[in-house]
């Protein structure tokens, strides 16, 4: 059995924010087993499964990623929608448009500290449209 569900996000800053209850909250009961997918429709933010237990990561990422694409290179072509949105293409390659969960026992198997994010790389990204597919 295959389900599928698009799912809208609130507008968030730029950074990385835990999605997991939002995500869930808006899914259907899980299968005993099976696989989650999840795939964001916009290609200047990003998801990621990383450490979730300390905020700290996310601020820690969010320096990281600024430092290595910075807002303003002078060689940029593609700057029509503004200083940001080329980096956030360019920081939207470096993580992924999609991820994979297996589902055990009904419910997501991610480890102890893991959660899922959302990288918004954009100043004001606006609502970011995700579609989640359940295999089962």
């Known amino acids: 059995m295959i389900a599928q569900k698009e ?16 995500v869930l909250e808006q899914l ?12 964001i429709k916009h290609t200047s933010a990003g998801l990621t499964i990383n450490e979730d237990a300390d905020p700290l990561v996310r601020v820690d990422f969010e320096s990281v990623f600024n430092k290595m694409v910075p807002e303003g290179m002078p060689f ?10 080329m980096p956030a293409h360019i920081k939207t390659a470096m993580v992924d448009s999609s991820i994979s969960i297996p589902i055990t026992k009904g419910r997501l198997n991610i480890g102890t500290w893991q959660g899922i994010f959302l990288c918004e790389f954009r100043n004001q990204g606006g609502h970011r449209k995700l579609v989640a597919t359940i295999y089962s």
């Open 7 to 22: 799912i809208t996000l609130p507008s968030f800053s730029r950074g990385f924010h835990s999605i997991t209850a939002l």
């Open 28 to 39: 259907p009961e899980l299968p005993d087993t099976g696989i989650f997918h999840l795939y």
């Open 76 to 85: 940029l072509k593609h700057t029509i929608e503004g200083p940001d949105d």
